[in-house]
């Protein structure tokens, strides 16, 4: 993964003449006046907590210094009001909180995951609603992300382990093939599919750049073939959800007519909690149940997108029992186990929270919930990197601290948000620290950022490269 920079705001580019006037031909003269004055209004930001780490909202946004207000779109999502919130920010790589989109929180609130279930994010990349779903599954039950494209598969991979994420597998795949292993396998499924990106004009100038009016029917063909393969990997009684961030009608309630007509054994539900409006059976092909999909506007509070709630037919049952087998590619530790144990005893009050496997030197900690994995997929990783075991000795991972429970390392040096220590430590640099000597958990304001490894008064550096602050 790159290293990180700031990045200047996009300039924003006006949208195509010719998407307004279909929008203004869709939507009638009055509704367009709100569409277009809504397009004008500053760019709304928004920011959602990661459950497996903070719960508490209001000593969050004081402690952050944000003006933090409710979104319709997630419980735990809010608009931020005033400056300073950002990618720099030491809760950001803690990873405490996600910057995204307001409405593109609407597709996990409709997928509505509970914790022990299996969840397939099939398009996850850059990883918004996965770690949205993983954070509502709580450390139980299996979450599969896919991303298709090499780059952006990584920077998934990065975003779960900011988040802590203990129970995923991330995989680098074609849709077609992930499914096809994974018969009736999930209990639910999101299809966030890639779009003509209508709903990120204002934020991305290249999505209007590179719009078309033949974009939509490309992209519709797409969408249509990325479903066929959704439902395959779906058991029965489970809910798809099907989201894209576009206006186009036949990107949405025409995508969903055609799957409807083509797989009786689906149909339209009302989504868990209200946001945005009823999308138009007008727009489809005229069935009154495409009234339960939801369509969000601009002026809705939201950039824009279309959210489709589906459950396919069949008994709703709890899942079988996952196998015992893992990845062909690791091996039982278990004469590594005492080295590891001692390691999580010194460090963390909590057991290793996986079961231990190998590849090559490098130690994982895979999910309890783990089934046997298909063989012959691009696997980029199950479970938590812990570390790797050299000359007897373990030396842990970054991903293991981040993925510790809060208030659970042994060993911290707890750098209050406001010290220069904190950025330092984000920089690369070494910076003044006591405790015993040996590895230490590092903490921003009480969240674990990291770690270093003490001597002599110095915390030596173990924060990753790829991830500092420049």
């Not at 398009?123 to 450390?139: F, N, V």
């Not at 689906?266 to 946001?275: G, K, N, V, Y």
């Amino acid at each position: 993964m790159a290293k990180r920079k700031t990045k200047s705001p996009e300039p924003q580019v006006a949208p195509p003449a010719a998407f307004l006037a279909r929008m203004r031909s869709l939507l009638g003269e009055m509704d367009f006046a709100a569409f277009e004055a809504a397009l004008s209004a500053p760019v709304r930001r928004g920011l959602r907590l990661n459950l497996l780490k903070c719960r508490d909202a209001a000593a969050f946004a004081q402690a952050a210094g944000f003006a933090l207000s409710p979104l319709p779109f997630a419980p735990e999502g809010f608009l931020v009001g005033g400056g300073g919130v950002s990618g720099r920010h030491p809760w950001h790589h803690a990873g405490v909180f996600y910057l995204q989109e307001p409405s593109a929180m609407s597709a996990v609130t409709a997928l509505d995951p509970q914790p022990g279930q299996r969840v397939l994010d099939l398009c996850a990349a850059p990883g918004g609603k996965s770690t949205q779903i993983a954070a509502r599954l709580g450390g139980q039950g299996l979450l599969v992300s896919n991303e298709i494209v090499p780059g952006r598969a990584k920077i998934l991979l990065s975003n779960l382990e900011r988040f802590g994420v203990r129970n995923a597998c991330v995989y680098n795949e074609t849709p077609e093939r992930l499914c096809a292993a994974f018969p009736g396998f999930f209990d639910a499924v999101l299809v966030d599919a890639p779009c003509s990106g209508e709903g990120m004009f204002r934020r991305e100038a290249a999505a209007a750049t590179d719009w078309t009016p033949e974009t939509p029917a490309a992209c519709a063909r797409r969408q249509r073939a990325i479903l066929d393969c959704a439902k395959t990997a779906l058991r029965p009684g489970g809910v798809l959800v099907y989201s894209t961030c576009t206006f186009a009608p036949e990107e949405n309630e025409g995508v969903v007519s055609t799957f409807l007509r083509e797989n009786p054994d689906f149909s339209l539900e009302t989504i868990p909690t209200a946001f945005g409006r009823s999308a138009r059976p007008d727009w489809g092909d005229g069935d009154p149940s495409l009234e339960l999909a939801r369509r969000i506007f601009p002026q809705d509070g939201g950039e824009g997108h279309f959210v489709a709630r589906l459950r396919r037919a069949g008994t709703a049952c709890l899942p079988a029992q996952a196998g015992a087998g893992v990845a062909s590619s690791t091996q039982p530790v278990r004469e590594w186990d005492p080295l590891l144990r001692t390691f999580f005893a010194e460090q963390f009050d909590e057991p290793p929270y996986g079961l231990p496997h190998a590849a090559g030197e490098v130690l994982f900690l895979l999910p309890d919930s783990l089934p046997a994995l298909p063989r012959g997929l691009h696997l980029l990783r199950a479970g938590v990197c812990a570390g790797r075991v050299k000359s007897g000795r373990f030396e842990p991972a970054h991903a293991l601290y981040l993925a510790a429970a809060p208030g659970a390392s042994r060993r911290a040096v707890d750098l209050p948000l406001a010290d220069a220590r904190l950025a330092a430590f984000l920089h690369g640099e070494q910076v003044e620290a006591g405790g015993p000597a040996g590895y230490t958990a590092v903490l921003a304001g009480g969240h674990a950022v990291g770690f270093g490894k003490v001597s002599g008064g110095v915390l030596k550096n173990h924060y990753p490269r790829a991830l500092r602050i420049l």
